[in-house]
């Protein structure tokens, strides 16, 4: 038998098995699937979940890690679908799953503003939702159960803090790259930087602009910014991925990134703190998008009829570059 084909046989083997196992331990009754595990029957959570899109590293980390954990070995049928970054697109999937009479409805809000009629409709089905990463502004809280995620703003601070320690008293013209207009995290950094800036008149955001959080627009945004500013010493990228499009656009102007025009970013996604490791990048403030076991316990507790933490914060920390050396190795996403 070739490699190929055993590699083939032990796959189909250990698919069977773990069919069998599967069946051994789901059982249906009364039409609802339920697991065992040493034989007390859980019904199987059905969870609708409307994913922002797929705009950056971080948000592929975040989708892989839900899917990854929302399975139905952990008591889960999850339902699953990517919004395209469109607003529309996430109403329309929280309405088919309010339809599909979903347990529990947890998204990724693409912006803060707008969501109320949909929770309505929601909390009249009595469908619980629960926020993930993103925050809604709507000001009935009780539209929600539990928000868990970062805390954008004090991002946005501790990246403003280091361009304090960095720049010192010297003149410097700051460009800032805003993640998705009217986002949470884009408005959370933006107000979390300029807060720390404040006080230091030498340090001046001379253009700001959306790059909606993807590689593509970061390029696109950056090559405007150098084409108007000609002395530009520090980009403030909402997240990595605008970032390393804005090296591709310093590079390609014949600067040095990190050097010539210094970089600091939200994320510390994998890319990102390759690119600080290379020293194109001189600091990263993390954002961390493994939300998957701290949203399937949040839900077994409203499936318990027990109450969530209305907020839940994301640990989080920062990275030099001789901190990214020491944690790339090992870095998860
Ligand atoms: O909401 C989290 C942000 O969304 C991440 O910082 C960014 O990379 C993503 O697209």
Known sequence: ????????????????ATALLALAACSTSGGTATTSTSGAAA??????????????????????DIQATLTTANGFDLKFSDAQQK??????????????????????????????????E??????????TDRAVDSKDTSLYESFLGSDF????????????????DKPTNIVELQGTTGSAPANDRMAGFKKAIEGHPNLKIIASQTGNFTRAEGKTVMEGFLAAN???DLV???????????????EAAGKVPG???QMVTADATHDGMQALVDGKINFIVECNPLLGQQLADVIKQIMAGQAPEKRILTKETTFTQDQAKAALPTRQY
């Not at 019904?43 to 892989?64: C, D, H, L, P, Y």
């Not at 929601?122 to 926020?131: R, W």
């Not at 946005?156 to 720049?167: D, I, L």
Request: proline fraction near 3%; hydrophobic fraction near 45%.
């Open 1 to 16: 038998m070739s490699n190929h084909t055993k590699k083939r046989v032990s796959i189909v083997g250990a698919l069977a």
């Open 43 to 64: 019904k199987i959570i059905k969870v609708g979940f409307s994913q922002v899109g797929s705009e950056s590293g971080w948000r592929a980390a975040n989708t892989k």
């Open 87 to 120: 607003q529309e697109n996430q109403i329309a999937a929280i309405r088919s799953y309010i339809a599909q009479g979903v347990d529990v409805i947890a998204f990724s809000p693409v912006v803060e503003s707008g969501w109320d009629a949909v929770l309505q």
């Open 122 to 131: 929601a909390k009249a089905a009595k469908i619980p939702v629960v926020l």
């Open 153 to 168: 703003v004090l991002e946005g601070q501790k990246a403003g803090e280091w361009a304090v320690k960095q720049f010192g």
């Open 230 to 232: 000609p002395k530009i």
């Open 236 to 250: 403030w990228a909402h997240n990595d991925d605008m970032g390393l499009g804005a090296i591709e656009a310093i």
């Open 259 to 261: 050097k010539d025009i």
